[in-house]
């Protein structure tokens, strides 16, 4: 069973940092892409950050490149997403994700990961 912990999430003024992880068990990130989406109040669902199952191919959503950036430790089976330089428009629910198959990229249509974390809020102020 495939299960996904996120973590780190919490209150930072403009221009802060956070840095969120996610504990995967139950598979390999050697074999897994896995990617980052964030919810805001009344919006839909929206990609963040990928990772390729090989620790390349990263893909970052335009609103957030070159302030989010993705990683992953192996020996932890752990993901994370240190996100520097927060807005106010960063205010959302932050959930990692990983798709069922295996040694094979998926996009960054929340559609295609079907492994879901209980998401962690981080909220921005002024």
């Known amino acids: 069973q495939v299960q996904l912990v996120e973590s780190g999430g919490g209150l930072v003024q403009t221009g802060g940092s956070l840095r969120l992880s996610c504990v995967v068990s139950g598979r390999s990130l050697s074999a897994s892409a896995m990617g980052w989406f964030r919810q805001a109040p009344g919006k839909e669902r929206e990609f963040v950050a990928r990772i390729g199952w090989s620790g390349g191919d990263i893909r970052y959503a335009d609103s957030v490149k070159g302030r989010f950036f993705i990683s992953r430790d192996q020996a932890k089976n752990t993901v994370s997403l240190q996100m520097n330089s927060l807005k106010p428009d960063d205010t959302a629910v932050y959930y990692c994700?990983?798709?069922?198959?295996?040694?094979?990229?998926?996009?960054?249509?929340?559609?295609?990961?079907?492994?879901w974390g209980q998401g962690t809020q981080v909220t921005v102020y002024q």
């Open positions: 994700a990983a798709p069922r198959v295996f040694f094979r990229n998926v996009g960054t249509n929340s559609d295609e990961y079907d492994y």
